[in-house]
């Protein structure tokens, strides 16, 4: 299983961006999916995630900012970060859980500056 994450970089506060997450090796329909981050010297978050079913959960930091959403035909899974703070800043992960084993793709860095 593969994970291939793209779609970071440097946006204002307030702004918008959009990570992408292309998943091979694994069903995306049949398996949950989630984003994580990282910030400097802590551990990794869980920041939004969804089961298989299509329920989703989000940390509260990021309710109602953050949508994450999977396209079954191009096996991709996305995070949508609307109206980023600088507390954004951090290293974005995606994840799977494909047959008992954690997959994680390579991460991101999406940077919010004031």
């Known amino acids: 299983v593969q994970l291939q994450a793209s779609g970071g970089g440097l946006v204002q506060a307030g702004g918008s961006r959009r990570l992408s997450c292309r998943v091979s090796?694994?069903?995306?329909?049949?398996?949950?999916i989630a984003w994580y981050r990282r910030f400097p010297e802590k551990q990794r978050e869980l920041v939004a995630s969804?089961?298989?079913?299509?329920?989703?959960a989000y940390a509260d930091s990021v309710t109602g900012r953050f949508t994450i959403d999977r396209d079954n035909t191009r096996n991709t899974m996305f995070l949508q970060m609307d109206n980023l703070e600088p507390e954004d800043t951090a290293v974005y992960y995606c994840?799977?859980?494909?047959?008992?084993?954690?997959?994680w793709g390579q991460g991101t860095q999406v940077t919010v500056s004031s």
């Open positions: 994840h799977v859980r494909w047959r008992a084993r954690d997959f």
């Open positions: 090796g694994a069903v995306l329909r049949l398996t949950p």
């Open positions: 969804m089961d298989s079913g299509g329920s989703r």
